[in-house]
């Protein structure tokens, strides 16, 4: 498989065997860094990453990825880019320095435009339309801890069922075969063309796609259960209170963890989450009487938690990504 010099910028570029790859390479690359062996996949390469939003996971994740490897990291929070200077001319400047380039913003438009014009693989680190890095993270996450294909999951996205990790999840979820339910209310719409996108997608991959307000039968024998919170980055603070309004049935609590009748069955977490009081936004909004929390602590803690693993797993498959497509003999 060669993946040399592709862009990274959604899971909807990539077949099946071509994500199957990333995440084979994920896995040895994981496994190679606990047996203590040092990689030197990007040796003398140079990538630049540009956050227009915070970070923690994404951005370590890029950078310890690329050390590992023998490459190096600019972390890139304040240019010109967008202000005094226009992403084409930016994307040029970079891709004349850089061996590869990360993106972190508003506008999916952004990432395209700097894979446009740098010339060099350009990796898609959050917009908001999309998180093809959470995506492949969280299913190596899940093939660690359920012992069956990826095709035979049932995968519940509950909550904000319109936001950028659920899109990104979805478009992966169709392309291997799985079997995924967005959960919540009636009132929040998927894009239809995210929706048709992805009923096609199932067609061929032998997948579903489902989109349901009812928790008892989303939920039934559901494999893994996964939320967000529902206010994403870019979202006015004002949203909160209707959001919580909206969403709080399909808020992920231990009788809803109880419904999928399996012991087994994973809750998972794009993370930053709100399962507490101990971040100013969530104890700011408590204050103001709005309770922000899109999971009962009691499961974010529980056993069947695996948002640790995700959070470390963005680091392994990040660096797959960047070993695909940036470095030598993967
Ligand atoms: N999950 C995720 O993208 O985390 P950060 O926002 O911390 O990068
Ligand atoms: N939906 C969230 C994901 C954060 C990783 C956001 O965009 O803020």
Known sequence: MNLKNRHFLTLKDYSKEEIRYLLDLAHQLKADKKAGKIGQHLLGKNVCLIFEKTSTRTRCSFEVAALDEGG??????????GKKESIEDTAKVLGRMYDGIEFRGFKQETVEALAKYSGVPVWNGLT?????????????TIEEHLDKPLEDIKFVF??????????????GAVKMGMHFVCLGPKS???????????????KKSGGTIEVTDNVDEAVKDADVIYTDIW??????ESLYKPR????????????????????????MHCLPS????????????????IDIREVEDEVFRSKNSVVFDEAENRMHTIKAVMVATLGKDA
């Open 128 to 140: 908001d339309v999309d998180h093809p890095t959470q995506t492949l993270a969280d299913f190596l």
């Open 158 to 171: 509950t909550g904000d069922i319109r936001n950028n990790v659920c899109y990104g999840l979805m478009y």
């Open 231 to 236: 206010v994403s980055m870019g979202e006015d």
């Open 244 to 267: 919580v309004e909206m969403l709080s049935p399909y808020k992920v609590t231990q009788e809803m963890m109880n419904k999928t009748g399996k012991d087994s069955t994973l809750f």
């Open 72 to 81: 190096h990291a600019t972390f890139l929070s304040n240019s010109q880019m």
């Open 188 to 202: 929040l719409h998927i894009d239809p063309e995210v929706l048709a996108y992805c009923k096609e997608e199932a």
């Open 274 to 289: 709100f399962h507490d009081f101990e971040t100013t936004v969530a104890k700011t909004k408590h204050d103001e009487g």
